[in-house]
C-alpha cells in the first residue's frame, strides 16, 4: 500500500536499484529479526557503531567512495536506494551517518592525500564517526558570524572556540570545524576554513545538551588552543565559505530531511487498515503525495551532486519543505487515530511519543526555516 513497497523510485527503476532495494531490505528484516535493532522514528541519529560495522560489511557504508579507499565505487542513486531503504526501516544509523552524508564527500573532494588515506577506509568500514563543526552559541544559522578561530602555528593550527547543537559529538572521532583563519573584514564570508579536528585531542572538551525527549544526543564543544595538524585542512585555506555551502548541500537534500518520521506513516496506514474511512483516507493520500513530490526532488539534487554541480537552491528549498512535512506526520497521525502518545510504551503510541518529542528539533538542524527562507530569496535574487 505505501510507495516503498509499490513505487521504489519515482521513475521507471534501473535494475540494479531494485536488484539492491530488496537486498537491503532482506538485511534490515534479519537485522531487525534478530535483535539487532529496535525500528524507531528519527532513529538516523541514534549511536550503534556495531550497527554501523556490519551495514559496512555488506557495503551499505562509503558506497560511493573510490575502490582505492575501501570505497564500493558505486553510484550516488545507488547511495540513495540504501538510505531510504534504512531510513523507512526506522534503523540506527548515527554512527556511520554525518561521516558517510557529508564528511567523506568533504574529505574525497577537498582533503589532503595523507588525510583521504588515513580516514575514508576507516569511514567506508563504519569505524569512524563524524560530528559537524558548525553552530555556535551567539550565531545560530548565521555561519558568516562564527567566532570560533585557528591561528598558524608551525606543522599546523591553533583552534579555539565553542560549537553548539553538535550531533553525536561524544562519540565522535573527528569532526569537521568550521572557523575564521583570517580576521572579519568587509567581506564577512572571506577568511573562513575548514579544518578536520581529532575529538579526542588535547583542548578540546564535550559536554551533554539533553533535548525534550531526555535524551543525549547534542552536546557543545569547546577548544583551547587544540592543535590540528597542516594535513587536516581542507581545501586551500579562506575559502571555507565555499566548502561549507557544498557541504549543506549534501546535508539539506538527503533522505533523511523528510524520512524520519516516516515509521510513523507506515504504522498509521497499518493502524487505519485496509479500510479507512473516508476522512483517513484523504489525509493520508495527502501525506504520501507530498512525500513523493519531496523525494523526486530529493533524487534530482542527488543527481545533481553526482556531476559536482551548484544545489544550494534546490537543496535549501527540498529542506524546508522536507522537514515541515516530516513535523506534520505525528500531528497527523495523532488526530487521525486519537491514540494517546507514551514514550514508555509500545507499537504505534510509543512511535508518536518519540516522534512528537524530536519533531520541533526537525526544522532548525540544518538550518532554521527563516534563514532558509532567506537563502532562497537570495539565490533567486529577491534580496
Request: glycine share 10%.
Given at each position: ?121 576507516e569511514i567506508a568500514a563504519g569505524r569512524c564517526t563524524f560530528a559537524i563543526g558548525m553552530s555556535e552559541p551567539d550565531s545560530g544559522s548565521d555561519l558568516s558570524s562564527i567566532r570560533t578561530a585557528a591561528r598558524k602555528v608551525d606543522g599546523g593550527w ?44 588535547d583542548g578540546v572538551t564535550v559536554r551533554p545538551i539533553r533535548n525534550l525527549a531526555g535524551e543525549h544526543e547534542l552536546n557543545e564543544v569547546i577548544f583551547e588552543g587544540a592543535f590540528v595538524p597542516d594535513d587536516n585542512l581542507l581545501g586551500e585555506g ?146
Amino acid at each position: 500500500m505505501l510507495w516503498f513497497e509499490e513505487r521504489p523510485n519515482v521513475a521507471a527503476p534501473r535494475p540494479e536499484e531494485s536488484g539492491l532495494r530488496l537486498e537491503v531490505r532482506r538485511f534490515l528484516d534479519g537485522e531487525c529479526k534478530a535483535g539487532g535493532f529496535v525500528p524507531r522514528p528519527n532513529n538516523w541519529v541514534a549511536f550503534d557503531r556495531a550497527f554501523s560495522i556490519r551495514c559496512a560489511e555488506q557495503g551499505y557504508v562509503g558506497t560511493t567512495l573510490p575502490k582505492q579507499y575501501g570505497g564500493g565505487g558505486k553510484s550516488a542513486r545507488e547511495r540513495l536506494v540504501i538510505c531510504e531503504e534504512m531510513l523507512a526501516a526506522g534503523a540506527p544509523l548515527g554512527s556511520h551517518w554525518i561521516a558517510d552524508r557529508q564528511s567523506a564527500p568533504q574529505i574525497l573532494r577537498h582533503g589532503s592525500e595523507a588525510l583521504r588515506a588515513r580516514l575514508l577506509p576507516e569511514i567506508a568500514a563504519g569505524r569512524c564517526t563524524f560530528a559537524i563543526g558548525m553552530s555556535e552559541p551567539d550565531s545560530g544559522s548565521d555561519l558568516s558570524s562564527i567566532r570560533t578561530a585557528a591561528r598558524k602555528v608551525d606543522g599546523g593550527w591553533r583552534l579555539d572556540g565553542r560549537k553548539v547543537w553538535t550531533t553525536n559529538a561524544h562519540h565522535a572521532d573527528y569532526m569537521i570545524v568550521l572557523c575564521r583563519t583570517a580576521p572579519r573584514g568587509e567581506d564577512r564570508y572571506a577568511g573562513l576554513s575548514q579544518l578536520v579536528v581529532e575529538v579526542a585531542s588535547d583542548g578540546v572538551t564535550v559536554r551533554p545538551i539533553r533535548n525534550l525527549a531526555g535524551e543525549h544526543e547534542l552536546n557543545e564543544v569547546i577548544f583551547e588552543g587544540a592543535f590540528v595538524p597542516d594535513d587536516n585542512l581542507l581545501g586551500e585555506g579562506g575559502d571555507g565559505w565555499r566548502l561549507v555551502n557544498e557541504e549543506l548541500g549534501f546535508e539539506r537534500s538527503g533522505p533523511d530531511r523528510f524520512l524520519s518520521t516516516y515509521p510513523v506513516l507506515r504504522l498509521l496506514v497499518a493502524e487505519t487498515g485496509k479500510d479507512p474511512n473516508r476522512y483517513q483516507a484523504v489525509a493520508i493520500g495527502q501525506l504520501l503525495s507530498r512525500l513523493l513530490a519531496v523525494r523526486s526532488l530529493s533524487h534530482s539534487i542527488a543527481d545533481l551532486l553526482a556531476n559536482g554541480e551548484r544545489v544550494i537552491l534546490a537543496a535549501t528549498m527540498m529542506k524546508d519543505i522536507g522537514t515541515a512535512l516530516e513535523q506534520e506526520i505525528p500531528q497527523v497521525a495523532g488526530r487521525l487515530l486519537e491514540i494517546h502518545p507514551d514514550p514508555h510504551g509500545s507499537g504505534f503510541a510509543a512511535a508518536l511519543a518519540a516522534a512528537l518529542l524530536n519533531a520541533p528539533s526537525f526544522t532548525i538542524r540544518g538550518g532554521t526555516r527563516e534563514i532558509l527562507k532567506g537563502i532562497v530569496a537570495r539565490e533567486l535574487g529577491l534580496r
